[in-house]
Nanobody, 128 residues
Framework: QGQLVESGGGLVQAGGSLRLSCAAS????????MGWFRRAPEKEREFVAA????????AYADSAKGRFTLSRDHAKNTVYLQMNILKPEDTAVYYC?????????????????????WGQGTQVTVSS
């Protein structure tokens, strides 16, 4: 069974930056669509960003466009979510997710149920 482990969360002031990491183990990383979601207190889990299995495509929520960048290092089996110009409304637990695909056609997914492997989450708190 594969495993995802997030790291990099913390407390930051508004306008600051954080880089979240998600390390994957136990599976063929280059067949996985990787995504990030977040859940703020008393809110539903929401999509943040995703990267296709071949890294050809990235997709971002409107709230993340222009501020967040998702990238992947295949040699380290790790994806990174660089978050800049953070706002208090970015405060949430951030979750990494993976979906193994068999197609060579690059795809991304934005719905939680489309992913079958999840990390434990990492807290991001942005103070005003």
């Amino acid at each position: 069974q594969g495993q995802l482990v997030e790291s990099g969360g913390g407390l930051v002031q508004a306008g600051g930056s954080l880089r979240l990491s998600c390390a994957a183990s136990g599976r063929t990383f280059n067949r996985y669509v990787m995504g990030w979601f977040r859940r703020a207190p008393e809110k539903e889990r929401e999509f943040v960003a995703a990267i296709s299995q071949s890294d050809d495509y990235t997709a971002y929520a409107d709230s993340a466009k222009g501020r967040f960048t998702l990238s992947r290092d295949h040699a380290k089996n790790t994806v990174y979510l660089q978050m800049n110009i953070l706002k208090p409304e970015d405060t949430a637990v951030y979750y990494c997710a993976a979906k193994e695909v068999r197609t060579l056609f690059p795809v991304t997914y934005s719905k939680p149920w489309e992913y079958d492997l999840w990390g434990q989450g990492t807290q991001v708190t942005v103070s005003s």
